[in-house]
C-alpha cells in the first residue's frame, strides 16, 4: 500500500544547530504537507508545497519537495528550545486522504 | 471564536465496554477525519467523511464505528470489538480532501 517515511524518527540538537527531517513517499504524490505537534499538543498545519521542485520558507523553516514528488525535506536552521516536537510530512496521492509520515521527534538542548 | 473541539479530554473505561468520542467544529468544513496516535507513532486513518451522511474506511477501521448526521458533528464509537483501544484519538477537518487539516485537541482513552 501507499506507505510515507520519514528520517530520522529521533533528532537531539544543541540550541542553534541545524535541523533536517527527511520524507519519502513509495509513490508520487500530489502535494506533501507539513505538520509540527509540540509535546501533549495536536498537530498544527505549517505549509504546503505542490509543485516538482518547490521550496519555501518560513524564517528559518525552509522547506523543500523533490523534481519526481517523491520526497519533501524540513530544514531548521539555528534551532531554537521552541523547536522541540514532532515534524510530520502528510502526502496526498490519488486519493482525498492523507498519508502521514511517522514523524520525526527533535529535541533541542539549551 | 471558531474551532474544533473534542470532548472529554481524558476518558477512563472498562475494557467490554463500548465508548463515543465527540468531534464538533464550526469551520464550516465539509471533511472530517479520525485518526489514533499510539505513543511515538505517526497518525493513523481511522476513519474520514468528505460530506454528510457518507463516510469512508480509512487503514484502521475495525472495531471502530463513525456517523456524520450533521455537517459539524462527526462522533467516534470505539466498540468492544477494538483489541487494544488505549490511544490518543485525535479529529480532524478540512474544506476538502487533502487540503490541510486542522486537528481539535485529541482525546485520552484509557481502556483497563
Known amino acids: 500500500g501507499q506507505q510515507v517515511m520519514q528520517i530520522p524518527q529521533y533528532q537531539h540538537v544543541q540550541e542553534g544547530e541545524d535541523f533536517t527531517t527527511y520524507c519519502n513517499s513509495s509513490?508520487?504524490?500530489?502535494?506533501i504537507q507539513w505538520y509540527k505537534q509540540r509535546p501533549g499538543g495536536h498537530p498544527v498545519f505549517l505549509i504546503q508545497l505542490v509543485k516538482s521542485g518547490e521550496v519555501k520558507k518560513q524564517k528559518r523553516l525552509t522547506f523543500q519537495f523533490g523534481e519526481a514528488k517523491k520526497n519533501s525535506s524540513l530544514h531548521i536552521t539555528a534551532t531554537q528550545t521552541t523547536d522541540v516536537g514532532t515534524y510530520f510530512c502528510a502526502g496526498k496521492h490519488d486519493t482525498d486522504k492523507l498519508i502521514f509520515g511517522t514523524g520525526t521527534r527533535l529535541q533541542v538542548f539549551p | 471564536d471558531g474551532g474544533i473541539t473534542q470532548s472529554p479530554k481524558y476518558l477512563f473505561r472498562k475494557e467490554g465496554q463500548n465508548v463515543t468520542l465527540s468531534c464538533e467544529q464550526n469551520?464550516?468544513?465539509?471533511?472530517m477525519y479520525w485518526y489514533r496516535q499510539d505513543p511515538g507513532q505517526g497518525l493513523r486513518l481511522i476513519y474520514y467523511s468528505q460530506i454528510v451522511n457518507d463516510f469512508q474506511k480509512g487503514d484502521i477501521a475495525e472495531g471502530y464505528s463513525v456517523s456524520r448526521e450533521k455537517k459539524e458533528s462527526f462522533p467516534l464509537t470505539v466498540t468492544s470489538a477494538q483489541k487494544n483501544p488505549t490511544a490518543f484519538y485525535l479529529c480532524?477537518?478540512?474544506?476538502?480532501?487533502?487540503?490541510?487539516?486542522?486537528f481539535g485537541p485529541g482525546t485520552r482513552l484509557t481502556v483497563t
Open positions: 509513490t508520487t504524490l500530489s502535494n
Open positions: 480532524a477537518s478540512s474544506i476538502g480532501g487533502g487540503i490541510e487539516q486542522y
Open positions: 469551520l464550516n468544513h465539509d471533511a
